[in-house]
């Protein structure tokens, strides 16, 4: 390949639009961007026809869509790791479609009372869970690694334009023809997303029945993963401090739009259409941003951005000046979004990606679905203004935090899968229910090397806890100096083969090595596997018969 070429894919791989390049990624953008559209033209018609039951029933429209995100992400992450994540997103197209046919079919009929209204939108949320970690988890199968930063920016860049358009169309709609055909639109829009998935011919990437893991055993293993990953960690960390405040602008938007500046509904999008403006020139500007601030600046960047959008809304009363000080707000809504959601894709292995996905949504959804109420009575308690300043000073503090907890890069991080365990030689024939299995590993290091071998093996713990060890533990030998024993307990075997076949990462493999360097010439890790001997595992069946 010629210099001239590389560059060029380089240039093309940076682009902000690149992973619109990928015809199964451009389709599936369109298709969400119908959805997103109808999603919102739905909640319109929802919250119109409930305006006669007091402002408190209006809400509760945005808490049946958004709770059942907090109820099931982590169910849903289980399912979307342990089944095909192509068929899940088909099946919840199409249990999404069927609620919102019947939710059509009783605006037509005149029948849509508070209660079944309610009810059904929940259901609508519970089909959007389902899908969440899902959608979140095939975006590495849809474009480069290198692209996931970009693809994150075009799904916020979709949420934004969406959230822009849905509401005004969704307005006329209702006004001119009723809440009927909003409903009818949103059902028609989740057959585009299916057909789709339909015409993918993605592999079926299923667990085989023998390694598979139970519903709770799953959680646990997911739970047990994002603990012991510091990086992680602290991509959650980061979520946590800025969705918070960030949520003070999206919380308390309407009543900026009509309290400080005196506008209706129109004004309303208006204000809204800013934020999506803005996010596209994100999108535009994040492979740049990127660049030039790295992935901590544009954190700090985002927040500071933030902070200075709410206090000019704090401040200043004046249409024009609020419409220009949210073009920024896009910007940085975007740029941290997708940065820690990137930062998640790419530090997730695929056995585990949904599940520490559906963490992820856990963080971002929860966090906004707490903090708006708390913008809500400080706003009842202190004033709008007021209330928006605490926001400024918030995102502030949240910039300022990074001092102290930074995003790590991805220095040393490979989450490609390493199958590079032997198949342990046994007698016995354990069964994947059979456990808790005991892996004890005996190691010989030069006295002299001890103090570095002990140090290395701290990132092999963090593998083996990642991975499935329940307990584990380094012990040097009193008779013998330089001789350590690993031991680590595993639940059972099923699920340490899942750690020989499908769980260990190049990372892991790396971490290994670092500590297996330090041996004595001439020796190797000496291998065995115990198993819990009031349960036994099965023998073979020659044995059985002697």
Not at 24 to 39: D, E, K, P
Not at 458 to 487: H, K, M, Y
Request: aromatic letters at 8%; proline letters at 5%; charged letters at 10%.
């Amino acid at each position: 390949m010629s210099a001239s070429t590389s560059t060029g894919n380089s240039a093309r791989s940076a682009s902000a639009w690149a992973p619109l390049g990928r015809p199964v990624f451009r389709a599936l953008w369109i298709a969400q961007f119908v959805s997103n559209i109808g999603t919102w033209m739905q909640t319109v018609g929802a919250q119109w026809l409930l305006l006669g039951h007091g402002a408190t029933m209006v809400t509760l429209v945005q808490t049946a869509s958004s709770l059942p995100i907090v109820l099931l992400a982590l169910p849903s992450g289980v399912l979307a790791d342990r089944f095909d994540r192509r068929g899940l997103l088909l099946a919840a197209q199409v249990a999404m479609f069927a609620v919102s046919a019947a939710l059509t079919v009783l605006a037509f009929a005149d029948a849509l009372s508070a209660v079944p209204l309610l009810a059904l939108t929940f259901l609508l949320g519970c089909g959007t869970a389902l899908m969440g970690p899902s959608w979140q988890a095939i975006q590495p199968e849809l474009v480069e690694r290198e692209q996931l930063g970009q693809a994150s920016a075009l799904g916020a860049v979709n949420m934004n334009l969406a959230r822009a358009v849905g509401p005004a169309l969704g307005g006329v709609v209702v006004a001119a023809a009723g809440a009927g055909w909003v409903f009818g639109f949103n059902a028609v829009s989740f057959l585009g997303i299916a057909a789709v998935l339909v015409l993918w011919h993605r592999p079926k990437t299923t667990v085989p029945a023998a390694e598979r893991e139970r519903l709770l055993t799953a959680l646990y293993a997911g739970r047990r993963y994002v603990w012991n990953a510091p990086g992680i960690r602290r991509v959650l960390l980061r979520t946590a401090l800025f969705i918070p405040g960030a949520a003070a602008l999206w919380s308390l938007l309407p009543l900026i739009a009509a309290d400080s500046l005196g506008l209706g509904s129109g004004g309303y999008g208006l204000l809204l259409g800013a934020v999506g403006v803005g996010a596209v020139a994100g999108a535009f500007a994040l492979p740049w941003l990127r660049q030039h601030l790295g992935i901590n600046g544009i954190l700090a960047a985002g927040a500071v951005m933030f902070a200075l959008v709410l206090l000019v809304l704090a401040t200043v009363h004046v249409t024009w000046v609020a419409v220009l000080a949210l073009l920024p707000a896009g910007v940085a809504w975007i740029g941290v979004l997708s940065t820690l959601n990137a930062a998640m894709q790419t530090r997730l292995p695929g056995w585990v990606r949904a599940r520490g996905l559906a963490v992820y949504l856990l963080v971002f959804q929860g966090g906004q679905a707490v903090a708006a109420p708390v913008w809500g009575a400080l706003v009842q308690w202190l004033g709008l203004t007021t209330a928006l300043l605490i926001g400024t000073a918030a995102m502030l503090l949240s910039a300022l935090s990074l001092y102290r907890w930074r995003l790590y890069g991805m220095e040393g991080i490979d989450p490609t899968l390493s199958d590079h365990w032997p198949t342990p030689p046994l007698v016995f024939v354990p069964g994947p229910s059979d456990g808790p299995v005991l892996v004890s590993v005996v190691y010989r290091v030069a006295p002299d090397d001890s103090a570095a071998f002990i140090d290395a093996m701290d990132r092999v713990a963090q593998s083996r806890r990642r991975t499935g060890a329940i307990t584990w533990g380094l012990f040097q030998d009193g008779n013998e100096p330089g001789r350590f024993i690993e031991n680590y307990l595993v639940g059972s075997w099923a699920e340490h083969l899942a750690q020989h076949h499908n769980r260990l990462t190049a990372t892991d493999r790396s971490f290994e090595d670092r500590a297996r360097a330090l041996l004595l010439p001439g020796t190797a890790p000496e291998v065995t596997h115990a198993f819990d001997a009031a349960v036994g595992p099965v023998l073979p069946t020659s044995e059985k018969a002697s």
